[in-house]
Each structure stands twice: as C-alpha cells, then as structure tokens.
C-alpha cells in the first residue's frame, strides 16, 4: 500500500538499453520501448506484438514430449508426437459460441484444441519403435482411441473443411481413412468403438444438412425474458444463446447423423438426425445410450441444461425404449451439491452386458435442505421393458462407481460442505443388500489418502476393479503424500480383513508414479520415473527386486539449459502457527556470495476447512520440473529466484467460512512467505514481485491492496468486482446478498484506491471461464487509473482463460518480463511516472485521476 522508494521514476536509457543487449531483444522490441516512454502520457498508439529475450523463445518453442497411449493389452504403446504453439491466424479464423460451446463453422469441429502432429508404435516387450505410414499430408491428429482388442487405433484428423475418421492397424502400422463423410464433432462427443473391435459409432454431418440461417437485416422485434415469480439462480456463464436467431444457428450445427461405421469403411445410418448431445454404446454392443437436447432453450444456462431426452436404441438404430425426457434446468438451488431433479448420470454398467444406471436427488436436488437421503442408484437391465430397480440410497451426493461383478462395486459419494469423501462396498446383484462403508474421510486430509482402486479391462473392453487372489484382494495406487512430500505407493487391499500392504513405494531422490500394474500375479508394474534433472521416462518394474528395473523410453530433457536447475521443498509457519510449504528455485550455477535476487512468487490460493490439513505438505522435492510458456521458473533464465506455488490456505473451522476472514489469512501467508524468502537472503525486501493467473491473479490484487510486501504485481485472467458473479465464486456458495460484505471486502476493485504498486493486468479478449470475464479486467484497470495508479492493461486477441497462440504467449511473455525489469530488477527513484498502458496498447498517463 505504501509507495515503494524505487518506485518513482522509469529506468534511464543507459541502464535499459545495458539489459537490453545482454538479454539480446530484437529492434522492434527497443523501438516499442522508446515509443511508449516517449510518447506523451495522454497520448494513444498501439503496440505491435513483441517477442521476449531469445532464452525465452527458445524454451517456448522447445519441442513437447510426446503424449502415450497404452493399448488394453499392455502390449504397445502410441506416441503422439505434439506440436508447437498455433499462429494467432489459427486463432482468428471464424469461431462460434453458442449454448456454451466454441465450435468452428467451416468443419464443424470444436474450436481451440491442440492436435497431434504424428503418431509412432512401441513395443513394450523388445522397447522397438515402429514408424506409422499412410497418415494424411499436414496431420492434425485427435480423439485418438483403442479398439478393445488392441488391433486397431481410430483417431481424427482435422481438416479446414471437415473432420475425418482413420484407424491405423497395428499389425502393419498402417494408416487409413474409414470414409469420406465429415464428422460432426460440435458438441465434442468422440466416435467410440463397439465391443467386437470391428466398428465404431460416431456422429456425421448430414447430408442434407442445408445452409446455414441467416440473421435478418432488420429484427422483428425484441428479444425479451420472463420469470414468474420461479427461482432460478445462475453463476456467471459465457457464450449463451442470446435471441431466436442464435437458437437456429446452434441446432443447425449440432444436428447429427449418428452412424456405425465398420473397419471397411461402410456406413450405417442409425435413426434420423437429431440434436445428438451423448451416446454410448452398451459393453455388449447391441444398444446405444443416445441423449438428444430439444426446445425450449435457455438464454441463462448452457447446452448441458437445456431439455434432454434419454433414449436406448438397438445397435440398428431402432428405438427400444424411452428412459427420460428431462425438462430445461434453469431452477438448481446454487451451492456446491445442489443438482437438477430427476434422472441424471446415466451409463452403462461396465461389468454387465446392458444394464443402464443413473442415480435421483432425494431432497429436491438442494444442498442447503436438510435431509438424511441425497442420492439414490437406480438399474434398468435389458431389454428395458420394466421399471427400474432401485439399488443404493446414500447420505451424501453421488461420486461416482468403480465395478466388479454382481457381488461387488464401490460407490463413492462427497459432501462439499464437510469435505467428506465416502466410499461405500455394495453388491449391485444384491439390489436389497446394504452397503458397507469402505472409506470415510476429509478429502483435504491428504497424508490419510488409502490411494485408487486400480482397474483392468474386461472382455468387453470395459474398465472393471483389477483382482487378485481369487477375486479376494484389490489394488489401489496412492500420491503418498507424506510430510517429506509426495512419494507415490502400491498397495494390495485385503476385502476380508480390510488392511493393505505396501507393494511398491517411490524412493529418493526419484519421483515415480505408479501407471499400469502389467501382471498383478508376477508383479510386473510400469511406471513414470523422473527427477530434478530427469525428465519423465516409462520404466517396468518388478516388485520385491532391487535388479528388476527395465527403461522403456528415452525422452530427453527438453530444457537442457535448465540443467541444474537449484530446488528446495521448503517449510514454513505463519503467525498463527499453520504450517505451509513452498518450492523454492534458483538459477542454475547460484552460489550464495552471488547475492540476493530478485525473486518472483507465483501462487494460487486454496479454502480448506482443516487448519490440519491446510498445513500438510503437498509437493515433492524429487519432481522434474517441464518449463513451458506457462511455468514461472521461465524466470530463472534471466537471473531471478522463483517462489512457486507458496502455500495460500484460507481456512474456515466448523461453522466459519473461510472468506470471512479471506484478506487477513491471505496477507498472513504472504508475509510468511516474504520472511521465509529475506531470513534465507535469497532476495531483498524491495525486489519481490507477485502474481497468479485466475484466482491468482485475485489474490495479487488483493495482497497490492491489502499489504505492503510486494514491489510490483502480475495478474492474468482475473475477476476482481466479486458483485459481477453475485451467485457464488470459487469455493464460496453465499450468494451477495446473503454475504455482501465478504463479496465487497474481497473484491480489489472497491480498494483500488489502496494499490500503490505496479500491476501488469492481462486478459483474453475470448475468456469464456465462469466469473473472468475480459471486463473484469478492463474496469478494474479503469478504476486504478482513475485513483493515479501504476498499471498496465494488456487484451490479448482472441484469447481465452488460457493462452495459445504464439504470438500471444511471446507478448505475454515479453510484458512480463519488461514489468519485472523495471518494478522488480532496478527499481530506481523515477519509475512511478512509467506509462500506463490500456486496451489495444493505448497509452494514458498515470498523474490526474480521471473520472
């Protein structure tokens, strides 16, 4: 809150233009400089995109490691091999957001995904690696997926104009296009393979599809809303229908022709086209689950609301039966639990030929009503023809089950207001049989987590509970989380005596995670081994053997620069004795005769109700660390110490909420944090800069408004006025006006007055995520301005909550690095008459507050 002695003026061009040619910048980026420091403060221009430090591009544009798919019959693995960042051309080409999707016109896929560029074969058994031929020219390759007996890989490949169905066959590694029809992929359902492995249904463009609405030049009249007197709350959403014309244009593009298609490339049309919003195919492959959306439309809530019927086919596209016709859900009682009446979560059960599953709210779907029954599990066996066959009731709200067979799955249910993970044994061929409780505990208590059942694939290609000893014992992997950090576990779980026994477990000074137990019986496992300075490679293990240790693949380190790189898992308490933990960095060759640095704190708040658990240990000092465009460990090429992910509990015991003392717990961390980092004298009181993307980017506003430990802050993709999501945000379920001075207290914007130090504000111009909206960023950086303060608002183009483009994610980078330079490096006493920079790169002068 106070100004910072180096705040009082910009750098001079001798000490700039030093760094400048140390860090190597290009002219452009020189001459953007001298333009915004010589420009008159009330004058206006724009900012071309820059490019950072060349040791910043490098990493960025360092290749990724290649993503795996493992095949059901742990034979193989697929390497997908990913690309580098798209151009912002991609970005800007037509984009629609309707009903809360993003799709592109032009082919009728989902707009922003990151394809795969190329795809290899591996062998597990010799380690060979086998080249794919035949994949098409330019490959952007997606929805990859194994057919359930492992002889085939079916994946998309996008084009401009349409998407495309392929299958590689393994036995020859050989790539093929199934058909030439485009897939419909607008409301992102995947084809899926039947159970035999030789088809798979997916959903297809019509043929008959017709021209796309047009919007009238003139309207007709207006677009109005009503309510009558209903409760129907809403937390912020973007990208909702607006008017009748939006409504045309959304069921022109999600109508779909489902359709099977077989490894010869014949097409099957299955029932007429249809607003296709899910299906899946039953683990026999005779029926379909086929949802489909209809009218009426909401303009308050996206697609996954509006009015749902729920229907099975037979695999021929024939209607079997009708098992739901869910109306518009606009009426969900806000709060965390709180869900639609009615049938909801339907599937297949995985270790039966075609039973349906969905589960019913058994106290109105509200989350504040109390009740002694929330959910309850119901079963609809083929063929369908009679009613349903209530199984398990349950206290707390749905999870989610893992199958076995008749006599075994393991229901899981939660309850947000207690953190309460419950996980209960029940006998599905028993409907009558009461279950019994396996699991009861905070899911915050990480320390006590008994770890995952592991699964397998049964012969239907579904995932069903891996056993051993007859059926007696499961297998759970864990994140052994420990208070000498996350050391990954195997354990054996005995279902008669309920104990486990330790199997495997992750030793220093390597991080390795358990991924696939390969042979339960041999115990022959596969796991991801890394280390600080070891990127991750699969290995195979053999468990109880010190020999038995096999590497699979030789990824290399993708950021050699970084090698030795300095890391320390570091504790920490802060004033009222919660213990928090933070990594922290510094640059490779460091010593400490080098002297403080200056320091980068990169965090993200987290609410708990357990000051026990908000204190455990949640890292691992072995981990590599993969340094993308998104990483603040970036920093440490240009010579700074990095502070990442400080721990930020809020806590709120028993009856209190942990917002209602959000700003004091919030500064509280900070200044553990800033005193851990100056007793270390890894840094100095007057070089600390803090930021956070999202929630973390509120956080940095808050600790400017509400401390005086930061010489500057960064802040990306951020809500700042809390009255702009009045309904609820990140973990509070009070409404504003049930809380309106918690909604008031934590929004910066109503303390803008009180930030004195430097914030760089950057948002995309597309953000769609719940609460940031791009204005919270352009009104918060108006406020600032309009107080005198130092701030700087940067819109990425076509952007969303995270950034994609390189263009985008170099300039961001570029900014960055130019605020720490001079906020954070060389505060000098001339810098808080620097610039202030608002949309479009218009540059406005700090001094007169501006109304």
Excluded at 517 to 527: E, F, I, M
Excluded at 542 to 549: A, F, N, S
Aim: hydrophobic share 35%; charged share 25%.
């Amino acid at each position: 809150m106070q100004a910072h002695p180096g705040h009082s003026s910009r750098p001079t061009f001798a000490s700039w233009a030093e760094s400048t040619s140390q860090s190597k910048l290009a002219l452009s980026t020189l001459a953007a400089f001298l333009l915004i420091l010589t420009t008159p403060l009330s004058a206006s221009t724009s900012t071309a995109y820059q490019e950072p430090p060349q040791a910043l591009v490098d990493l960025v544009n360092r290749p990724l490691t290649p993503q795996v798919r493992l095949s059901p019959d742990d034979a193989w693995m697929l390497l997908l091999e990913q690309p580098s960042l798209p151009s912002i051309n991609e970005l800007a080409e037509p984009e629609l957001r309707l009903g809360g999707l993003r799709f592109k016109p032009q082919n009728s896929g989902p707009s922003r995904r990151r394809p795969a560029a190329g795809l290899e074969l591996l062998a597990l058994g010799d380690q060979s690696v086998r080249a794919i031929t035949g994949l098409p020219d330019a490959p952007r390759l997606g929805d990859v997926t194994w057919a359930p007996d492992s002889s085939h890989v079916a994946f998309t490949h996008t084009r401009s104009d349409r998407i495309e169905l392929w299958v590689v066959e393994v036995a020859t590694a050989k790539a093929r296009r199934l058909t030439d029809l485009a897939l419909n992929m607008t409301a992102r359902v995947d084809p899926i393979w039947l159970s035999d492995s030789q088809s798979l249904v997916c959903a297809l463009v019509p043929t008959d599809r017709g021209s796309v609405p047009q919007k009238a030049a003139i309207p007709s009249g207006p677009t109005t809303q009503e309510n009558l007197g209903g409760t129907a709350p809403a937390r912020t959403f973007q990208d909702l229908l607006r008017n009748a014309h939006d409504e045309a244009v959304f069921e022109h593009y999600l109508t779909s022709q489902l359709a099977r298609v077989d490894l010869l490339g014949e097409v099957t049309p299955l029932g007429k086209p249809a607003l296709i919003w899910d299906y899946e195919p039953s683990p026999d492959g005779r029926y379909l689950r086929i949802e489909t959306l209809h009218q009426p439309f909401s303009y308050q809530r996206p697609a996954r609301w509006f009015p749902t019927r729920v229907d099975v086919w037979d695999v021929d596209g024939k209607l079997v039966q009708t098992v739901a016709d869910l109306p518009l859900r606009e009426n969900i009682p806000v709060g965390y639990g709180s869900v639609a009446t009615g049938p909801r979560d339907f599937a297949w059960r995985h270790d039966a030929p075609a039973t349906l599953v969905w589960v019913e709210a058994l106290d109105g779907g509200d989350a504040g009503k109390e009740a002694e029954l929330r959910d309850r599990l119901f079963m609809l066996p083929a063929p369908f023809d009679g009613g349903p066959v209530g199984w398990i009731s349950l206290t707390q709200r749905f999870g989610g089950i893992d199958w076995a067979d008749d006599n075994l799955a393991l229901v899981s249910s939660w309850w947000w207001k207690t953190r309460n993970l419950r996980v209960v044994r029940a006998a599905p061929g028993q409907p009558d049989k009461p279950g019994e409780v396996m699991v009861d505990r905070s899911w915050e208590d990480r320390y006590n987590d008994p770890g995952a059942p592991v699964e397998t694939r049964n012969a239907m290609g579904q995932s069903v509970l891996l056993r051993g000893d007859k059926g007696k014992t499961l297998y759970l992997f864990g994140d052994g989380a420990s208070e000498e950090g996350d050391r990954p576990f195997v354990d054996a779980y005995d279902l008669e005596s309920g104990e486990s026994r330790r199997l495997f477990r992750s030793e220093a000074p390597f991080f390795e995670r358990p991924i696939r137990l390969l042979d339960a019986a041999a115990g022959s496992l596969l796991t991801l081994r890394e280390s600080v300075d070891s990127p991750p490679n699969f290995f195979t293990r053999q468990l109880g053997r010190t020999d038995g240790l096999q590497q699979l693949t030789q990824f290399p380190h993708p950021t050699p620069e970084l090698v030795g790189l300095q890391k320390e898992l570091i504790r920490y308490p802060r004033a009222d004795g919660v213990e928090l933990t933070a990594t922290l960095y510094l640059p490779p060759g460091y010593k400490a005769e080098d002297g403080p640095l200056p320091l980068l704190m990169w965090a993200y708040p987290e609410e708990f109700k357990s000051a026990d658990a908000a204190s455990q240990v949640t890292a691992s000092p072995y981990r590599f660390d993969r340094v993308g465009w998104y990483s603040s460990l970036l920093w440490l090429t240009q010579g700074y110490a990095v502070l990442d992910d400080p721990s930020m509990p809020i806590v709120g015991e028993n009856d209190e909420e942990p917002n209602d003392t959000f700003r004091k717990q919030l500064v509280m961390n900070a200044q553990a944090a800033v005193d851990e980092s100056l007793r270390r004298k890894v840094t100095t009181k007057d070089q600390i800069a803090i930021g956070g993307h999202s929630y973390g980017a509120f956080m940095t506003a808050n600790l400017l408004a509400h401390s005086d430990l930061f010489a500057a802050g960064i802040a990306r993709s951020g809500a700042y006025n809390r009255t702009l999501t009045p309904f609820g945000f990140q973990s509070e379920e009070r409404t504003l006006w049930e809380a309106p001075d918690v909604y008031l207290g934590m929004s910066p914007f109503m303390h803008a007055e009180k930030i004195n130090e430097p914030i760089l504000l950057i948002h995309g111009e597309a953000d769609n995520n719940s609460g940031t909206f791009p204005m919270q960023s352009e009104r918060f950086y108006n406020a600032l301005r309009g107080h005198g303060g130092t701030a700087r608002l940067v819109m990425l183009p076509y952007e969303s909550h995270g950034y994609r483009a390189r263009e985008s994610v170099l300039h961001m980078l570029w900014e960055t690095h130019q605020w720490l330079e001079r906020y954070v490096r060389k505060p000098t006493a001339e810098s808080e008459t620097a610039p202030n920079v608002e949309r479009g790169g218009t540059v406005q002068g700090r001094g007169t507050p501006q109304p």
